[in-house]
């Protein structure tokens, strides 16, 4: 062998050694929703092989027969009823302007509730119903109204029911920027928090279906389908905005500002691993 | 009283004095200990992860503060950084722990 051939075969194997190590450098910090998402959904049909993947989207009713009974019973006389009525009139109600909700969403804003959140490429960002609802309110001159209360509930209520059956659609665009935010909100959900040191995934990963006081703990998997909800314990409607801030407070986390740039990102991550699943809403709860 | 007793008194209560400041804690004190646990978690909310248990026990010191009761306001400022310091640690080590949890 000649000292040539040998500094050659080095470095060949030197390069093949970098191409051998970069992909599996490349595959742990690679964002790669399309893989999150066969896995999230995975784990949950494994965890659950009696429940068939529609079935996730009633939150806590869809973990024992007890409970799903109580849904179907309660489906017959929905608590959210007055809320959808409520948010149909309003939908309908013009703005002073004589405009109306319709005018500022695609198909008249009926049947599209499972696009949403999407990623808007001018601005750069998530924007999710609720969002895009208090911004229509603002473009026509009207006030924006409170994230966590009534109206919005009732709003997003009826658009909801209007999409119910429909396949959750999520779409990621080929843009640097989606791909961050949606890797964002993967980070926010499973990042640990507030003074008891737990995560989303704690309890609605780890232990979906088990008692945490008296309530029964939601899967991750369809958990915004049914958006949004009547509680009981609340006795009165919750938008996204309401549960998320309320997740964070319980574990003795100061919530953030409903609609902060990591809650749109964490509602779009949610979102998109439950994408195939129905819309469902509005949903009632114990 | 011999000069040599009335100096060891006096020593000795100079010892009380010091001893009874060294326990009681002044205004001062306390305004000191609430900057350094407010500082702690304005920078815990830069890190997007105050506590709530920080901010209560932050006014419980400002009320025991208000009240003009030092030693409780000192402790519960002190008690309060120690939350917020908790909080900044716990955000500064999920910046990596968090994959852990990811399901793959």
């Not at chain 1, 992909?23 to 949950?44: L, R």
């Not at chain 1, 198909?107 to 924007?127: A, H, L, S």
């Not at chain 2, 003009?68 to 402790?75: I, L």
């Amino acid at each position: 062998m000649t000292r040539r051939f040998a500094i050659r075969a080095a470095i060949a194997t030197l390069a093949l050694g970098v191409l051998a190590l970069a992909p599996a450098a490349y595959a742990a910090d690679s964002v790669d929703p399309a893989a999150d998402k066969a896995a999230f959904q995975k784990f949950f049909t494994g965890k659950f092989p009696k429940l068939k993947l529609e079935d996730f989207v009633n939150g806590p009713y869809s973990m024992n027969e007890d409970l799903h009974k109580q849904w179907e019973e309660k489906e017959q006389f929905p608590p959210y009823e007055f809320s959808l009525e409520a948010g149909k009139e309003m939908f309908s109600t013009p703005f002073k302007n004589g405009k109306t909700y319709a005018d500022c969403f695609p198909n008249q804003g009926i049947g599209i509730r499972q696009n949403y959140p999407y990623f808007d490429e001018k601005e750069g960002k998530v924007v999710t119903l609720e969002l895009a609802l208090n911004r229509c309110r603002e473009a026509n001159g009207e006030a924006p109204f409170s994230y966590v209360k009534d109206d919005m509930a009732a709003l997003t209520a009826y658009m909801a029911f209007t999409s119910r059956g429909k396949p959750m659609d999520i779409k990621i665009p080929n843009d640097p920027r989606a791909l961050e935010a949606y890797q964002k909100g993967k980070e926010y959900f499973y990042t640990r928090r507030g003074q008891l040191n737990f995560s989303c995934a704690t309890c609605h990963i780890q232990s979906p279906g088990e008692r945490i006081r008296a309530e029964v703990l939601a899967p991750a998997l369809g958990i915004l389908n049914a958006m949004p909800i009547y509680r009981s314990e609340w006795s009165g409607m919750g938008t996204t905005s309401r549960r998320f801030t309320t997740c964070n407070s319980q574990i003795r986390g100061v919530p953030l500002n409903p609609q902060d740039d990591e809650y749109r990102d964490l509602e779009y991550y949610l979102s998109y691993v439950s994408n195939g699943l129905p819309i469902s809403g509005p949903g009632a709860r114990p | 009283m011999s000069t040599a007793i009335r100096a060891i008194f006096a020593a000795s209560a100079l010892l009380l004095a010091a001893a009874t400041t060294a326990l009681a804690a002044s205004e001062a004190d306390y305004k000191t200990a609430y900057a350094a646990a407010e500082a702690a978690n304005k920078e815990a909310g830069l890190l997007r992860n105050q506590w709530t248990t920080t901010a209560s026990t932050l006014s419980a010191a400002k009320k025991a503060g208000e009240a003009g009761d030092f030693d409780t306001a000192v402790a519960q400022a002190k008690e309060a950084e120690a939350l917020a310091k908790a909080s900044i640690f716990q955000a500064t080590s999920e910046k990596e722990r968090w994959k852990d949890m990811e399901v793959r």
